[in-house]
């Protein structure tokens, strides 16, 4: 049996937080021997927000080299960059024409993005879920491993295949684009603000104490821990909807230090509130992050090494994207060159 194909990415703005790493990332890295992977860092959907030319290519490669130092082993899996592959871009145009605008405007991550940028809402922002619909499809990706914020897009995605198979290839044995289908795990599927636990963890967050980046030392993450918001009462527990931030760190550490609710919820248990946890999760996560550091450094530091990697996956890629951009472009009926 030939081996599942996974398609994933990370948009290259701003850092990487621990909500990306356990909510995507983490999981690519522990399923990557069963599947046939592509992870890409998508740095046409960055343009979706304002966005500094200065930076980009930078982070592009930043994140590139994360999705390396989280485990992510280039011999297993293709890493590559959505804009080397222009069949990205050409494929949302297509889509694009066969996706109704309502679909779109649906979208409660447009609506909510459109709020916080204001005036500053492009074409492209509620357009976005279209693209991520062409990155998943070139591929024909039979899962897509993410976290609980893109389950609509993943949706979304999965409409926009119903009707082009529907419209444009209800005659063939073989559907065009294969429908895929979402991977997300309940754990660390939702990581909530340091700031604010009812909004999730997230790059454009304004203030940088909400959220803990991958690349964070150990004294800023020690300090974004003490100061992150909690409450008055001493016990410690899960799952109490009127105590969110409790609730997020909890789970947080139990993820971390890889030990159940249960046995997470019998440790609080002799302990004196949060002045005896929070040292207790600092600890945790700068012992989780540091590998990733280390390793992220090492990569970094390896001259050339980051760009063969990310040729080596633009070539492996592109042959498989503009193979299915090809056989759209002939169902859709263009005359090809
Ligand atoms: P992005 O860059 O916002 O986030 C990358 C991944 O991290 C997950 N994530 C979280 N998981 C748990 N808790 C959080 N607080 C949290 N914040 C983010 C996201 O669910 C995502 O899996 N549109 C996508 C990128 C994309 C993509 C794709 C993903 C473009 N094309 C094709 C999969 C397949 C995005 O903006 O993710």
């Not at 909510?23 to 992977?37: C, L, M, P």
């Not at 074409?123 to 062409?134: C, E, F, K, N, T």
């Amino acid at each position: 049996m030939p081996k599942q194909r996974i398609l994933s990415g990370v948009q290259p703005t701003g850092n990487l937080h621990i909500g990306n790493y356990l909510g995507a990332i983490r999981n690519w890295v522990e399923n990557q021997v069963n599947y046939e992977n592509f992870f890409c860092v998508v740095d046409l959907h960055a343009l979706t927000a304002p966005h500094n030319p200065n930076e980009l290519a930078e982070h592009t490669r930043r994140t590139a080299a994360l999705y390396i130092a989280c485990g992510i082993d280039p011999q297993q899996s293709t890493i590559f960059v959505q804009s080397h592959i222009s069949a990205h871009a050409e494929l949302t145009w297509l889509l694009n024409c066969i996706t109704p605008l309502n679909w779109l405007e649906r979208m409660i991550q447009f609506k909510e993005k459109a709020i916080k940028q204001g005036e500053n809402v492009n074409a492209g922002l509620l357009d976005y879920p279209v693209l991520m619909a062409s990155d998943i499809l070139l591929y024909q990706a039979d899962l897509v491993p993410v976290g609980e914020d893109q389950k609509q897009h993943l949706e979304l995605t999965r409409d926009i295949v119903v009707r082009f198979n529907d419209q444009f290839g209800s005659d063939r044995d073989v559907p065009i684009l294969k429908l895929p289908e979402p991977l997300i795990r309940k754990e660390g599927a939702r990581v909530m603000s340091l700031t604010d636990g009812t909004s999730k963890m997230s790059k454009s967050d304004p203030s940088e104490m909400s959220r803990i980046h991958l690349l964070d030392d150990a004294d800023t993450i020690a300090k974004k821990i003490k100061r992150c918001k909690t409450d008055t009462i001493r016990e410690l527990e899960f799952d109490n909807p009127d105590r969110p931030e409790c609730h997020n760190l909890l789970s947080l550490y139990a993820i971390l230090s890889g030990k159940t609710k249960e046995a997470v919820q019998a440790e609080c248990a002799d302990m004196r509130g949060w002045g005896d946890f929070k040292p207790l999760l600092a600890e945790t996560v700068i012992n989780s992050l540091q590998p990733i550091q280390t390793k992220y450094y090492e990569v970094v530091n390896e001259k050339g090494y980051l760009d063969r990697v990310l040729k080596a996956g633009r070539e492996k890629a592109g042959a498989i994207a503009f193979e299915t951009l090809k056989q759209v472009k002939s169902a859709l009926g263009f005359l090809l060159p």
